[in-house]
């Protein structure tokens, strides 16, 4: 009877965003036989937000990006991530800014309605759904997503009444 030894002899090659890994069973034996499997980059990360939970305040004059999402992914590069406000965004107050493959900021897309004297009419108090997804203009298929929750809070933004400046002055008058 003859013997045989088996070996596993594994190799990377590395391709650009793929990585392939090949596994090789040899025999050695009259026939051999081999074996590859090969394994592709997948995607089985969702995406985090760092912290999963913003709160903060904003002045209702504020015009630029007032905070920035810090959201990754293990396995997708950062231009590969999309944001969307997907919940509590009353009358699309928020838009979300991008400049280049940074993380979107929040921003207030149009003035809050303001009477002059009641003050600020719109929602003092919003609590924004954001959801970010993955493998952007990917196979939807294999996309994966993670919310994140921003409060924010509106602080109405006042100055002081002037006073008047005319002197009250009393005159008595004796007949």
């Known amino acids: 009877m003859a ?6 002899k594994p190799s990377c090659i590395c391709n650009g965003e793929k990585n392939i890994v090949e596994f090789a069973l040899h025999s050695q ?6 074996y590859i499997n090969v394994l592709q980059n997948m995607n089985d990360e969702p995406p985090v937000c760092n912290p999963p939970h913003f709160e903060t305040q904003i002045y209702s004059i504020v015009k ?11 396995d997708s590069p950062q231009e590969h ?8 965004n009353t009358n699309n107050q928020f838009t979300l800014q ?7 900021s929040l921003a207030i897309m149009q003035n809050f309605q303001y009477d002059v004297f009641q003050g600020v009419q719109s929602p ?3 609590q924004l759904l954001i ?26 933004w006042t100055t002081t009444q002037p006073t008047s400046s ?7 008058v004796s007949t």
Not at 3 to 8: D, L, N
Not at 98 to 104: A, C, E, K, Q, T
Not at 131 to 156: C, M, R, W
């Open 81 to 88: 991530l999309s944001y969307s406000i997907v919940g509590g």
């Open 131 to 156: 959801e970010v997804t993955d493998e952007l203009g990917g196979n939807k298929a294999s996309q994966l997503s993670a919310t994140t929750t921003v409060i924010i809070h509106v602080l109405p």
């Open 166 to 172: 005319t002197k009250t002055t009393t005159t008595t």
């Open 98 to 104: 991008r400049l280049g493959v940074n993380p979107p």
């Open 3 to 8: 013997s045989s030894r088996q070996y596993i």
């Open 64 to 74: 630029s990006p007032f905070i920035q999402l810090n959201c990754s992914d293990i």
């Open 29 to 34: 034996t009259q026939s051999e036989i081999e």
């Open 124 to 126: 003092m108090i919003f």
